[in-house]
């Protein structure tokens, strides 16, 4: 490895997916603002919108998304351009 181009300031970070909750540690170099207590100790977190314990394909679990009322708002909006 080149000596001199990787970043010093690794520390534990907290990740939080907010459509579950899951909160994991792992050290990374991402600045943060807001902060998480996690058993006690005060971490850096990075609020995620899908991880590994959310995600379809790690989960096997799929989710319906309504994509009707998407695509009628899509159709009206751009209704004009069809003539």
């Known amino acids: 490895m080149k000596k001199g181009i990787h970043p010093e300031n690794y520390r534990m970070v907290a990740f939080k997916d907010m459509s579950n909750e899951d909160v994991f540690l792992t ?3 991402v600045n943060t603002k807001e902060t998480l207590e996690v058993d006690g ?3 850096p977190l990075v609020k995620l919108e899908i991880s590994r314990t959310s995600h379809p ?3 096997g679990k799929t989710k319906m998304v309504d994509t009707a009322g998407r695509i009628d708002k ?3 909006k751009y209704a004009k351009f069809s003539k």
């Open 27 to 29: 050290r990374s170099t």
């Open 41 to 43: 100790i005060e971490y």
């Open 57 to 59: 394909y790690y989960t």
């Open 74 to 76: 899509f159709k009206t």
